[in-house]
């Protein structure tokens, strides 16, 4: 069973900070490209921020500059550190992993960017 697990959400003022997480087995984690999508109403979800298991990245354009992705290897996390804010940030924020061409997704975390 594929279990991914995030935390870290929250509201936060524009131009603040915030800091996601995602936990899995380890297992998953070390043979996994990992990363981070998010969703908001009506439309679809789009990719963030993806880290291989040798740390390479790709950040999405309106997120290059302002966000970090990080793997924890003792801890079998992901982190996506999220600088500058802004109000069209806010979305619900989802874990991906791809096994064997089947797309596993966290239950999300919102993050809220408004003053």
């Known amino acids: 069973q594929v279990q991914l697990v995030e935390s870290g959400g929250g509201l936060v003022q524009p131009g603040g900070s915030l800091r996601l997480s995602c936990a899995t087995s380890?297992?998953?984690?070390?043979?996994?490209?990992m990363a981070w999508y998010r969703q908001v109403p009506g439309k679809q979800r789009e990719l963030v921020a993806r880290?291989?298991?040798?740390?390479?990245?790709f950040y999405t354009d309106s997120m290059k500059g302002r966000s970090t992705i990080s793997r924890d290897n003792a801890r079998n996390m992901v982190h996506l550190q999220m600088n500058s804010l802004k109000s069209e940030d806010t979305a619900v924020y989802y874990c991906?992993?791809?096994?064997?061409?089947?797309?596993?997704w966290g239950r999300g975390t919102q993050v809220t960017v408004s003053s």
């Open positions: 991906h992993v791809r096994l064997s061409s089947t797309d596993y």
């Open positions: 380890r297992s998953i984690f070390r043979s996994s490209v």
């Open positions: 880290i291989t298991n040798s740390s390479s990245t």
